[in-house]
């Protein structure tokens, strides 16, 4: 059973930074591609940065200036670095994951990438404070 973790989550000040994690476990193979959303309330739900098990790393424009996605192999755990959080940032965070590659080379923006999604964590709250 695959199943996605996500922590890291909290109450931050603007200008501050988070590192959000999520676990992965019960992936059958080492083939994937793994990616971070965020949702608001009343809005969809949007790829913040992925992470393909071939090494690709991709994160979206709109954030490409204060987000790193990293991987802890070892750990079977990826990373999603923000920095310079603004009210803005504020939403639930999730992670997911689907076990093939094709999603790997999807538009992140589009719904296409984000129905390609198998397998989701729970979430994570992110709360910047001005």
């Known amino acids: 059973q695959v199943q996605l973790v996500e922590s890291g989550g909290g109450s931050v000040q603007a200008g501050g930074s988070l590192r959000l994690s999520c676990e992965l476990s019960?992936?059958?193979?080492?083939?994937?591609?793994m990616a971070w959303f965020r949702q608001v309330p009343g809005k969809e739900r949007q790829a913040v940065a992925k992470?393909?098990?071939?090494?690709?790393?991709y994160v979206v424009d709109a954030f490409k200036e204060r987000v790193t996605i990293s991987n802890r192999y070892t750990e079977n755990t990826v990373d999603l670095q923000i920095d310079g959080l603004t009210p803005d940032d504020t939403a639930t965070y999730y992670c997911?994951?689907?076990?093939?590659?094709?999603?790997?080379?999807?538009?992140?923006?589009?719904?296409?990438?984000?129905?390609?999604?198998?397998?989701w964590g729970k979430g994570t709250l992110v709360t910047i404070a001005s």
């Open positions: 997911a994951a689907v076990e093939d590659l094709s999603a790997c080379s999807y538009d992140s923006r589009s719904n296409t990438f984000r129905l390609a999604m198998k397998y």
């Open positions: 019960g992936l059958s193979g080492s083939i994937y591609t």
């Open positions: 992470l393909c098990s071939s090494g690709f790393k």
